[in-house]
């Protein structure tokens, strides 16, 4: 079965750190594959997502993300986070003929 | 516009009780889905529903578990006979359709019903 993998259960950084949150999946074929962002007491939202073309993609709040195919992974990136990104982070994965598989998501805090 | 929406927000049940939690999806929107969210266990995929064609009911933990989309629009998840690890928060979640293209439609979430089972 697909699975979804993301390496950090907690991230704490300092403001204007840099940040880096893993994400690997298992399934080979054709996949899309998404960062879904949950603010304290918010709802699950869309941060960026990859169907297709340029790997290197660009979501909103200045994050980004890296499809790699050959090493199954979709990382999400920040040059520069703010106390204002803590969060929890999922990455998500839809095969081309299955259903979206969500990882265990990654909470991250910032300190100001 | 108006988002997914979901009811009761929260919802205290004693064990061996049956709870019903409602959804009323984004309007135009014709795939709904059910998700179940515990504690460091990420997002559990339970079922969605697409248009007429049969819901796909492969991730329901168990036949207590049953969900069912009325005139297209307004989902019901019903859990019969609630167990303590049923506690968690459930998300509903919308999309426009399921996939054109192979290109997934992005999915809209609802705030959650959180469950306690006493």
């Known amino acids: 079965a697909q699975s979804v993998s993301q390496h950090n259960h907690h991230v704490i950084l300092s403001e204007a750190a840099s940040l880096e949150l893993g994400c690997n999946y298992s399934?080979?074929?054709?996949?899309?594959l998404f960062w879904y962002v949950q603010y304290p007491g918010q709802h699950l939202q869309l941060l960026l997502k990859?169907?297709?073309?340029?790997?290197l993609v660009k979501g909103i709040k200045g994050f980004e993300a890296e499809f790699i195919k050959s090493k199954f992974s979709f990382n999400l990136r920040k040059p520069s986070v703010q106390w204002s990104d803590t969060a929890e982070y999922f990455c998500?994965?839809?095969?081309?003929?299955?259903?979206?598989?969500f990882g265990q998501g990654t909470i991250l805090t910032v300190h100001p | 516009g108006a988002g997914v929406s979901q009811s009761p927000s929260n919802k205290v049940t004693e064990k061996g009780k049956d709870v019903e939690l409602r959804c009323d999806p984004i309007?135009?929107?014709?795939?709904l889905y059910w998700y179940r969210q515990s504690l460091g266990q990420g997002l559990e995929f339970l079922i969605y529903?697409?248009?007429?064609?049969?819901?796909?009911k492969s991730g329901l933990p168990s036949d207590r578990f049953s969900a069912e989309r009325t005139g297209g629009s307004v989902s019901t998840l019903t859990i019969q006979r609630t167990q303590q690890e049923d506690s968690a928060v459930y998300l509903c979640?919308?999309?426009?359709?399921?996939?054109?293209?192979?290109?997934?439609?992005?999915?809209?979430f609802g705030p959650g019903t959180r469950l306690t089972v006493t």
């Open positions: 399934y080979g074929g054709t996949v899309n």
């Open positions: 998500a994965v839809k095969p081309f003929y299955g259903k979206l598989t």
């Open positions: 309007s135009g929107h014709t795939a």
């Open positions: 529903f697409q248009g007429n064609s049969a819901p796909d």
């Open positions: 990859y169907f297709s073309g340029d790997p």
């Open positions: 979640a919308s999309s426009l359709a399921l996939a054109s293209g192979g290109a997934a439609y992005e999915q809209y």
